[in-house]
């Protein structure tokens, strides 16, 4: 990633508390020792008439990859853990809408890099859970854990 | 409005690249000339849960005001053509993705002011329906002039 600038920096804030989405998804995965493999998301969405103008915003932070879904929206993801921890610490001081999605994510990864047990990982089921109720999905989801 | 400083500018129009909407409305009233008032807008969204930090954002700017529709989205509504001119040449040089909007309302809000005739009209109506283009609408309106 290239040297940002603060004003590059408050951009990014500001599209973020925007378009952006930050959650957690908890993938069944029987390969994983807990049943699950714990996935962080920031994801862009546009529309496709844009790409290159989006394409451009995107290079300025060449954390990401791009795709196209079916239905013609453009999606920038965000998903190795190291490149969501910078790219949040980046736009973190400018952010305004968006906070306690950032403050939650950062938890939730600096816990999942200790967990050690079942217990350590019920407790971060639990706070990535709490990401439905910042981010107003109204589904409740019953998990049962392995083995 | 306060002033802005060049951080805050870059926030807006990032949050305007992501989540804002520039469009002109021509709405059928036959107290006006030509049978049509032109009515510009540039407007945020947001869910209704980030009301307190979406207020806090919009006071940065002071220039429109505030709604929760039915639905419980927030709207936040520039409409008043001097707010809405004083808000583009504020983010116009941060923004990436919506140049050509901002480049189309420019032009549209200074033809309007100098339409004299009929024709002057047609023209400004022809402009209006090219944001059907940028802004990705499919629906195409026929409109007839009065008198």
């Not at 993938?27 to 994983?32: R, S």
């Not at 965000?78 to 968006?98: D, N």
């Not at 990982?121 to 049962?144: G, V």
């Amino acid at each position: 990633m290239r040297k940002l600038s603060s004003i590059q920096k408050a951009y990014l804030a500001g599209f973020l508390d925007g378009d952006g989405s930050i959650y957690v998804r908890l993938k069944p995965n029987p390969t994983y020792k807990f049943g699950f493999q714990v996935a962080p998301y920031v994801i862009f969405f546009q529309s496709a008439k844009d790409e290159k103008n989006f394409q451009k915003l995107c290079s300025i932070l060449g954390l990401g990859y791009m795709r196209k879904r079916n239905d013609g929206i453009l999606e920038y993801t965000i998903g190795r853990a190291e490149a969501i921890a910078e790219f949040l610490s980046l736009v973190k001081p400018y952010v305004i809408l968006k906070k306690k999605q950032i403050d939650l994510m950062q938890k939730i990864m600096c816990m999942k890099s200790l967990v050690k047990n079942k217990k350590d990982f019920e407790a971060l089921m639990k706070l990535i859970d709490s990401f439905r109720e910042l981010n107003y999905s109204k589904k409740r989801i019953k998990r049962t854990l392995t083995p």
